[in-house]
């Protein structure tokens, strides 16, 4: 693994001032639905189709949000910056999992729209500069060594190939680092957790908690873990009260085990912390739609999702 991208990140991310706007929005997106169960093409969130056989770049995808931004970095240094570099892999219920909504999720999840706002977000709030584009990448692809870091979504349901498992193992063995978001429930930790044990079977995954460095490292984020949960905005309840031990976060049952928030690590040989997986918390909604609805971006995007996410960014860069 290159070190010029932990290296450039080390001296480059520092905290900028300013407040995050958002446009007061409304949008309600369309349930996806499987285009061609056996071939390349997909529905996205919005209805739009992706060619999972030839899609490179988030830009070329069309929002199905209220857009995204666009940017440009100096001429000559077009190389020198992050890239959000987001996974792609295929998903499929195995026996004794449910076969219900949750599967017919997958990597493609607030994509492209979290990718490119976060992309922005990182490049406005701190001082380094981030790839306009963001990716989508193999894991069977060699290019996977290009990028310091690689992020998953809706793994609960993932199938790695046998490939794509040792090439993860070899990615995350020389220096790479992983972060995994937005999937629910015991049942898709299991899945995940599965497919995580091929990759690194000699690991466990330890608990973090607020009081670990990575909460601290940039913005100084305050427990308890049960306020940094995120809603999926589509089934968030705005009347939620958390004086209330009746009330709910979300207006829907996301499975057994769903109610409570983790961030779980591997650690390699030397405690360094490899991976990182986010279960129960949606927090690329709060990338993907910040421009939709005021209250949810005031109180998901701008309080915990960015900055959540830009700490996670800094600590794997550079521990």
């Known amino acids: ?7 450039f990140l080390w001296g480059a991310l520092a905290v900028a001032s300013g407040a995050l706007n958002a446009a007061d929005q409304t949008h309600q997106p369309r349930r996806s639905r499987d285009l061609d169960e056996s071939g390349s093409l997909i529905s996205t969130e919005g209805g739009g189709v992706i060619d999972e056989g030839t899609v490179r770049t988030a830009r070329e995808t069309a929002s199905h949000s209220t857009g995204t931004p666009n940017w440009a970095n100096p001429p000559g240094f077009e190389k020198d910056v992050f890239t959000f570099a987001r996974v792609l892999f295929k998903s499929g219920a195995t026996a004794g999992m449910r076969n219900g909504f949750g599967r017919r999720l997958g990597w493609w999840v607030d994509y492209p729209d979290a990718d490119l706002n976060f992309s922005y977000r990182l490049q406005q709030m701190t001082s380094i500069k981030v790839d306009p584009d963001a990716r989508v ?4 692809d ?3 060594f290009d990028f310091p870091l690689l992020y998953m979504e809706h793994t609960g349901y993932m199938q790695l190939r046998a490939p794509e498992v040792e090439a993860l193992r070899k990615y995350l063995q020389t220096g790479g680092a992983l972060l995994v978001n937005d999937f629910w429930s015991t049942e898709e930790w299991v899945g995940f957790a599965a ?3 091929r990759v690194l079977p000699e690991k466990e995954w330890v608990e973090l908690d607020v009081d670990h460095p990575l909460f601290h490292c940039i913005f100084d984020i305050r427990g308890p873990m049960k306020s940094l949960q995120v809603p999926t905005i589509q089934f968030w309840n705005p009347a939620y009260n958390p004086r209330d031990p009746e009330s709910r976060l979300q207006r829907m049952y996301r499975g057994e085990g769903s109610e409570d928030m983790h961030i779980r690590a591997l650690l390699d040989d030397k405690q360094r912390v490899i991976v990182i997986a986010i279960h129960n918390s949606d927090i690329s909604d709060g990338w993907e739609r910040e421009g939709e609805d005021s209250q949810y971006f005031q109180q998901f995007s701008e309080k915990i999702s960015y900055p959540l996410g830009i700490n996670m960014i800094f600590y794997l860069m550079t521990h």
Do not use: T
């Open 1 to 7: 693994m290159d070190s010029r991208g932990r290296v």
């Open 137 to 140: 990448v193999r894991l069977a």
């Open 142 to 144: 060699p290019e996977i």
């Open 195 to 197: 497919q995580m044990k």
